[in-house]
């Protein structure tokens, strides 16, 4: 299958990536890290299953689709989490916002 197929999919998994970076980054700058450490580390695993599907897309891997489930329960579980924060932080709520639409993106196209 063409990445062309996948274009919008691969965008938005690249878009969560960079928020999710971002997100990790600020997160570790709070005052309170330690209230933040499990948006850290779904930042950081969204990160990298994010990564990973978009790549497989790039390439028209066989597993890019039964992949973005997965991949949407955790951009959906980073965004639970984000979401917890996001009247305090801005970084948590525009994570949470990009999550969420990647993780839809991901079910549209599986």
């Known amino acids: 299958m063409s990445h062309e197929q996948h274009q919008s999919m691969i965008n938005a998994m690249y878009d969560c990536v960079t928020e999710c970076n971002h997100c990790t980054s600020a997160c570790l700058e709070e005052q309170d890290v330690q209230a933040l450490a499990k948006c850290i580390k779904l930042n950081m695993d969204c990160v990298e299953i994010c990564t990973l599907i978009a790549g497989y897309a790039a390439r028209g891997s066989a597993h890019t689709m039964h992949l973005?489930?997965?991949?949407?329960?955790?951009?959906?579980?980073?965004?639970?989490?984000?979401?917890?924060?996001?009247?305090?932080?801005?970084?948590?709520?525009?994570?949470?916002?990009v999550c969420r639409a990647c993780a839809e993106e991901c079910r549209t196209m599986a």
């Open 68 to 97: 973005m489930e997965e991949c949407a329960e955790i951009c959906d579980a980073c965004a639970v989490e984000c979401e917890k924060f996001a009247d305090q932080y801005a970084h948590c709520k525009k994570c949470a916002e």
